[in-house]
């Protein structure tokens, strides 16, 4: 929808004040929102369009100021309760994985969230949305895991596996007896998964935390 600019109306001014306090590039904010270039960013920052309601409130959320100050108020002026970011970096969103290409390959990529820098792991990361109950009550659904990539974990603990002919990855603790893998559901409604030369399965990475959306 058009911006048209009023005394009542800062959001194109507390945009680019926000974005440039905390360090975050348009295509950083961008791929936040679902958007893969950063020219809707730069047009709201001119004035050009205002996003609808619901962009504004992700927007609202990701800076932590309301709405209301973020439209109504000048915040280069009066912000009192933002709180500045450290360095952060796009955590890549997988969706289905195509066969054959690399993990992070473009075309398995939904989206992007951004993280601290300071609180990740090292190694290569990316999220995965737990879809299901399978893993209730230890990660809910729609839970975004964040994995680190790597080709084994220890016993018992959470891995992304790849299953399904390598086209899709699913949350399981992996269990070891003897020489039978085990991939296991926290929730005991489900039945485990043995991997066998019929049922091949492949580690993608260790689980290390859960984050969901309100």
């Known amino acids: 929808m058009r911006n048209k600019m009023s005394e009542n109306n800062y959001f194109s001014k507390n945009l680019r004040y926000l974005r440039e306090k905390n360090n975050v590039e348009q295509i950083q904010l961008a791929n936040h929102l679902g958007r893969k270039s950063g020219t809707s960013v730069s047009e709201w920052e001119s004035g050009k369009y205002t996003p609808k309601a619901g962009t504004l409130n992700e927007i609202a959320k990701y800076f932590r100021v309301t709405m209301s ?11 009192t309760n933002v709180i500045p970011y450290g360095n952060t970096v796009n955590i890549p969103v997988l969706g ?3 066969c054959g290409d690399p993990i992070t390959a473009e075309e398995n990529i939904q989206g992007y969230r ?3 820098a300071d609180t990740l792991p090292t190694g290569d990361l990316f999220y995965l949305r737990c879809k299901g109950d399978s893993m209730a009550t230890t990660i809910p659904n729609n ?3 964040l ?7 220890e016993e018992g603990e959470i891995a992304a596996v790849l299953v399904n002919g390598d086209t899709e990855a699913t949350l399981k603790r992996v269990k070891r007896q003897g020489d039978l893998v085990m991939l296991i559901a926290d929730n005991p409604n489900y039945p485990p998964y043995i991997v066998t030369e019929e049922n091949p399965a492949r580690i993608l990475g260790k689980a290390i935390k859960f984050s969901a959306d309100l």
């Open 96 to 98: 289905e994985i195509a």
């Open 147 to 153: 994995i680190r990539q790597q080709p084994d974990v």
């Open 114 to 116: 951004d993280e601290v």
């Open 143 to 145: 839970a975004y895991v």
């Open 69 to 79: 100050d973020l439209m109504e108020k000048d915040l280069s002026k009066t912000v």
